[in-house]
């Protein structure tokens, strides 16, 4: 499913105009339409603003249409889950909850840089 057709189902589940949409967005009617159109593709940041609209998990959004997304934002959102995959096989290594690293940036941060070291070496 395209972004546009993922954004537009959950806009009609909710029963929301595009202009009500619109507004929870700061933009025009217009400019919804051209998005469930797939007339343009929504950089990362626009893409949370809509999940955040349309009260959806933005991961499911995101991975509903990933080409949707520009090049360098697809690159960015690649990167994250390559990582979020490390740190998990990680977690799983040492019996760590993932929750906790996820809401402890600094312990996060502490882990990929032990990561990223240790696949240097």
């Not at 546009?4 to 029963?15: F, Q, T, V, Y």
């Amino acid at each position: 499913m395209s972004f546009g057709e993922c954004i537009k189902r959950r806009r009609l589940e909710l029963g929301l105009t595009q202009w009500e949409v619109g507004e929870r967005l700061g933009v025009t009617d217009v400019m919804i339409r051209i998005y469930e159109a797939d007339q343009r593709h929504p950089k990362m940041s626009t893409a949370k603003r809509f999940a955040e609209a349309l009260d959806m998990d933005f991961s499911y959004l995101v991975g509903a249409s990933p080409e949707a997304l520009s090049k360098y934002d697809k690159a960015v959102y690649d990167i994250g889950k390559t990582m979020m995959n490390i740190v998990e096989d990680a977690c799983d290594r040492c019996g760590i909850p993932v929750e906790r690293l996820v809401n402890n940036d600094d312990c996060l941060k502490n882990i990929i840089l032990a990561i990223l070291c240790s696949e240097m070496k």
